[in-house]
């Protein structure tokens, strides 16, 4: 599986973004989904997962109501939009594939993508 996230930028609090993760090399809705960040200094941490249907999310206790995971399995593609954005939520954000586990903690999965920045300014 190759995975490749876009859709990062600079936004001012409050603002949203809408990230994507298109995916190749393996029928799309065999896996689940994860969305990961990383802040300077800080370990990586669970945003969002989605089942390999679409039918149940997840989401952390920073990001949940402000946060929509989801996917397009005609498209390979999946994506975390992000409404109401806080100067904290300021990370890289990776999507990863194919937990081997539960789906929160990031050395369970075996795919990633390389990651796109998103800042966030007050």
């Known amino acids: 599986v190759q995975l490749q996230a876009s859709g990062g930028g600079l936004v001012q609090a409050g603002g949203s973004l809408r990230l994507s993760c298109a995916a190749s090399g393996r029928t799309f809705n065999t896996y689940l989904m994860g969305w990961f960040r990383q802040a300077p200094g800080k370990e990586r941490e669970f945003v969002a997962a989605?089942?390999?249907?679409?039918?149940?999310?997840y989401y952390s206790s920073s990001v949940k109501g402000r946060f929509t995971i989801s996917r397009d399995n005609d498209k390979n593609t999946g994506y975390l939009q992000m409404n109401s954005l806080k100067r904290e939520d300021t990370a890289v954000y990776y999507c990863a594939a194919d937990p081997r586990d539960n789906y929160y903690a990031p050395e369970n999965y075996n795919y990633w993508g390389q990651g796109t920045q998103v800042t966030v300014s007050s």
């Open positions: 989605i089942t390999r249907a679409g039918l149940s999310t």
